[in-house]
Structures are given as structure tokens and as C-alpha cells.
């Protein structure tokens, strides 16, 4: 099978390699006539999101990928991966399907003891730490270097060319970074790259959002991007936070998979039922709230909610985080589960049904929202409930949310005067140019491009 290869590609390849012509006419060729294998790792929500439009793309142009999870099981039911699934040239297989039980409960258990999430639990952190003291990291490697191995074999063969992806790999994953590290090694030692994927974007336009967070430094959370040939973001908001630890021509700017506009159209028609149902009141809100680990103001969050239960004719459905949303105090507050017009989304209730549903949304800083400034619907950013400023009131300040007063007079205002007529459109079109659409709409085809010219 031919990759379709556009003549954009080879312009882009001579302009970089000036005149060395010959170099530049030897990658293009590599990039039009091979079928290219490539080995994505994908771990959570998150990255499955952002990463499977780029495994599309990857497909449509020709080549061939493995998919292997190496998240929850759950995953393997995700309509997404079943999607990637049905894609010819894709094979997806869970960590669980490929390994025996006693060879995948061994690696689990490593990657646990290892993992800041199970180390921040008092009593099994405790333990995981003298767990990781006693069985230390060389008495680990073997098997991380046995399952790096199979992967690696199971892909490629004896293939010497090929590309390994994964997602942003923090330092703070549930992945630990040390099994990361040594497939990353083991790949590149034979000849293969390493190329890091986006697995969301940057909601905030501030730097101190955490708990404790109190010095602007760079974040060595995303030193981890090191060990990559490559590590692409969608913007350069995103792209700030790895430009310490990276030099730039290992930094690709590429645009935005999830909120490009080729993707929304399939996206669209890959969505399962919703599980909401239209009802007949005025005004229907989502509110989306940020991982546990960010500040959040709670205490008014909660007095928000109660005010806005308070205007008739409004609905309000409260969509906790995917990872945390049980450690939200928002989400088990009983006064509000009393409330007749509000309820907590379910599990079943996607990012995307609730945006479909809603008239208006309330945003405590998520890049979910993205999409919903696409389409032109109102995203009211509640920077006031929040540590930090949002990127969507940074573009565009007529979002912000500034007071309870700010909050009473936009929902009055919806109620009276509807949601069109929203946003200045000036605004909006510098933030889709900037944040998602960077620096054109193609964007897809920019992402194969640079794997093509990886995997080479």
C-alpha cells in the first residue's frame, strides 16, 4: 500500500534541509513508497482522547501500528479503542492479553510500588517504599527489559526500522517511568525512535495551580520528556512547560488532534447513545471541574451551584474529573444532591454528550471546553473559583467569571437574552489559530509527517 504523500511534505523537506537536496529526496521517498510499523502505548482517558485521531491519520496514510494498553482493562471497552480495533492495519492488544497472569501481576506490582499515587496512601505508601528499598531497581530490570523485549519483537521482528509512542509520561504517572525508560532504551537501541504524544493541552495560562505549588521554576514533572527523540504539543502554551528540560529542535508544535476539525466530524458519528435526555427547561448547564490535585476553591464552588439552582427554568448537570472525581468534596456535598435541578454525570455521560446537551458551560479551567469554543457555544470561565487563569479567559476575556455578581448577571442574561452573540469573534479566531489550530488547520497530516520522517 502507497502513503499518500503530499507535494506540502516534500516542499517542507526541502525547505529544512536547504540545499542538500539529495538528503531531502531520500526521506521523501522513504516516506512515499514504505509502509511504515509503529508501537503506541496508550495508559488512560486521556491519552486514548487526544492520541487516537493520530492513529487514524497514521492508518489512513498507509501504514500499520500496534495499540497496546497499558492502563486499566477497562479501556478495552472504550468505544475509541474499539474503533481503532476495526482499523485495517491496527492491532490493539491489553498488557493482561499478552503476557502469562503471573508474568503481567509481576509487572503490575513493579509498576505499583513505583508510582507516586499509591505512594501519597499512608499506610500502602509506606509499604510501597520499603517494597521499592528491597526489591531494587536492579533486581527490576530484568523483567522490565523481558516484557520491553517481547513488545519490541512482537512489532517490529527483525525489522530495523520502526517508531515507539507514548503519551506525555510524567513524573507523576501511573505509569512508572522507570519501565518507560528502559523500552525507550531498548528501542532505540535498535535504531528505532521515540517520539512523545499529546495527551491533553494546557487549560491554564499560569504556572502555580497545585497544591503547594508557591515558586515559578520549571516543573520537573515534565523532565521525563528527555528521553524522547521527539515530544509533540499542540501549542506553544504547551510547549513552555518542556522547553526547559528540551532543546527546541526536539520540540514539534504541531496543532491540536482531539479539537482539529477533521477529527470532530468522526468523532461525531464514533459516539455512542447518549445516555441524557432533553428535557424542557430553559437553560441547560454543564460544569466541568479539574482534577483533585489542582486548587480549587470548594467552599464557593458549592455557593455557585446553589445560586444557579435558584433560577427557574435552569438545569445543571455537574461532571466530576474522569481520574478523581471521587476525591471531590463537590460530589458527595448532600445539600446539593438534594437539589431537584442539579445532578452529579454519570460515568456513562461523556465530555461530549454533556456539551451536545448543554446550552452553556461552566469551566473551572479544562481543556475538555475546547471543543465547545469550536462550535461557538458559551464557556464561561470560572477564574474566580480557581488558583489560576484559564487559557479560554486569557483569549478571551469576555468568558471570564470573575465574582458571584459575574456568575448571576451571565445566567440572568442567557435566560433573558439567549446564548448566541456570545463570544467577540476576534478573540475566538486567535484562539482556535493559536491554541488549536497551530500554525494551519491541516493538522493531522503534519502528525503522520513527523512519524513518517521518525520511523525513517
Known sequence: MVAKVKWRVLRNLLFKQGNNRDAACSEYF????????????????????H??????????????????????????????????????????AHMRELFPLTEYLKWRLQMLILTRNVRRIKIIGRLAEKLAERYDEKQREPL??????????????????????????????????????????????????????????????????????????????????????????????????????????????????????EWLKILAGLMPPSPLIRSNSQLKIV?????????????????????????????????????????QSLTTDSSIRKLSNVRIAGDDAHSVHLMNWSDVIIDLATSV?????????????????????????????????????????KINGFLTHGCDSFYVEEHRQRFLEEMLDYPDADVLPRYVALLEQATC
Not at 30 to 49: E, G
Not at 51 to 65: E, F, L
Not at 69 to 91: A, E, M, N
Open 30 to 49: 522513504c516516506t512515499s513508497i514504505m509502509v511504515m510499523k509503529a508501537l503506541f502505548f496508550l495508559r488512560h482517558y486521556n491519552d486514548i482522547d
Open 51 to 92: 492520541v487516537t485521531p493520530v492513529i487514524y491519520k497514521w492508518t489512513q496514510s498507509g501504514h500499520s501500528c500496534d495499540v497496546v494498553l497499558i492502563g486499566s482493562t477497562q479501556f478495552r471497552r472504550d468505544f475509541r479503542i474499539k474503533y481503532l480495533s476495526q482499523l485495517q492495519g491496527v492491532r490493539v
Open 144 to 261: 522490565w527489559r523481558h516484557t520491553a523485549e517481547y513488545l519490541l519483537n512482537r512489532s517490529f521482528g527483525s525489522e530495523g526500522k520502526g517508531m515507539v509512542a507514548f503519551d506525555w509520561i510524567e513524573r507523576n504517572s501511573v505509569i512508572c517511568v522507570e519501565w518507560v525508560e528502559v523500552v525507550v532504551a531498548m528501542a532505540k537501541s535498535r535504531g528505532f525512535s521515540a517520539v512523545s504524544l499529546p495527551h491533553g493541552d494546557s487549560p491554564h495560562a499560569s504556572q502555580l495551580i497545585r497544591r503547594g505549588e508557591r515558586r515559578m521554576e520549571p516543573d520537573i514533572t515534565y523532565s521525563t520528556a528527555k528521553i524522547f527523540d521527539k515530544l509533540v504539543v499542540p501549542n506553544e502554551l504547551c510547549a513552555k512547560r518542556f522547553r526547559p528540560f528540551l532543546e527546541d529542535k526536539n520540540i514539534a508544535v504541531l496543532g491540536s488532534p482531539r479539537y482539529c476539525e
Open 287 to 327: 460544569m466541568f471541574l479539574r482534577k483533585a490535585n489542582f486548587t480549587t476553591f470548594w467552599e464557593e464552588v458549592g455557593e455557585v451551584v446553589h445560586m444557579i439552582a435558584e433560577f427557574p427554568g435552569v438545569e445543571l448537570i455537574i461532571k466530576p474529573h474522569t481520574r478523581s472525581g471521587w476525591k
Open 369 to 409: 471546553v475546547f471543543e465547545a469554543v469550536r462550535a461557538k457555544k458559551p464557556v464561561l470561565a470560572a477564574d474566580y473559583l480557581i488558583a489560576g487563569c484559564s487559557t479560554v479567559a486569557y483569549y478571551m476575556p469576555e468568558t471570564e467569571l470573575k465574582c458571584r455578581d459575574d456568575v448571576y448577571e
